[in-house]
């Protein structure tokens, strides 16, 4: 048991090595780097692609790699905001690792790219526990998820740099209570912001992209510590990507032309 407890935490280790190298690489380049985290059907795509959509629409230079199991559902989603998309197929795994993260922006983000959103798989177990080199990491609900979500995934939303509600259109007829959720989100994560957002109308759409846009512009955020990873969390890890598994396992969801960067984001 102590032995496989302790070859955990040397992936954990390893991991946590390579992400500090690419947030050096990537913060050196001048690109922010957004890890998303939620279960599935938060609502996450479709508020990113929302998000995506207004960054082109106001010259921002983003681009968005996705991670799921199976299928390009999402990254054919993201696509028609007219940014840059790639799909990562995890073929099971249920996290992405700084390795996979590396090998997959290698040869496809474009250089001028200052902000890239990466849609981590759909769960708040796995992902919590392995940082991807991100400047920016965000923990989004859904409102008919409960208001003690927090509470329930710890790891997640205490080392969440920003919390989004999201669905906020549905919190009447779920009977949401926003106030003990706020308070939950504090108890894991003292301070930190909780953002309202509702896909479907754009609400709090401009205010998310502006909190990704002024963390980009102080440099990488001062990230709390992560938890310890989950003791019963059994899952490996990944392999390296390689040039010959990018067409299979990455497919390229870029657009012909991209818009010219803002002179002042």
């Known amino acids: 048991m102590c032995r496989s407890a302790d070859v955990k935490q040397a992936v954990l280790a390893h991991n946590d090595d390579l992400a500090r190298a690419l ?26 692609g929302r998000v995506l959509a207004r960054a082109v629409e106001r010259g921002v230079p983003v681009a968005a790699l996705t991670a799921d199991l199976a299928t390009e559902n999402d990254a054919t989603r993201l696509a028609r905001s007219g940014a840059p998309v790639r ?3 995890t073929d099971g795994l249920c996290h992405l690792e700084a390795r996979q993260l590396r090998g997959h922006l290698t040869g496809w983000l474009p250089e001028d790219t200052a902000v890239l959103f990466v849609e981590n798989v759909g769960n708040l177990v796995c992902p919590a526990s392995y940082d991807l080199g991100e400047t920016l990491r965000i923990v989004l609900m859904a409102v ?23 669905k906020t259109d549905l919190a009447a007829a779920a009977g949401f209570d926003e106030d003990t ?13 909780t953002v309202r957002t509702c896909a479907r109308t754009g609400d709090g759409v ?8 002024a963390a980009r512009a102080s440099g ?9 990873h989950p003791h019963s969390h059994n899952h490996g ?4 990507p390689s040039a010959a598994d990018a067409p299979a396992g990455t497919p390229d969801h870029a657009p012909h032309t991209r818009p010219q960067p803002a002179s002042a984001p």
């Open 23 to 48: 947030r050096a690489e990537l913060d050196g380049r001048g690109v922010a780097v957004v890890n998303l985290l939620s279960s599935p059907g938060s609502g996450k795509t479709e508020l990113l």
């Open 87 to 89: 799909q990562v197929l």
């Open 181 to 193: 959720f706020r308070a939950n989100v504090q108890r894991v994560n003292p301070g930190v912001e």
């Open 237 to 240: 890890h990944a392999p390296e």
């Open 144 to 166: 008919t998820e409960g208001e003690d979500k927090p509470l329930k995934y710890p790891t997640a939303f205490g080392s969440a740099h920003l919390v989004v509600a999201t």
């Open 206 to 213: 401009d205010t998310l992209l502006d909190r990704v846009l």
């Open 220 to 228: 990488p955020a001062h990230r709390p510590p992560l938890a310890p």
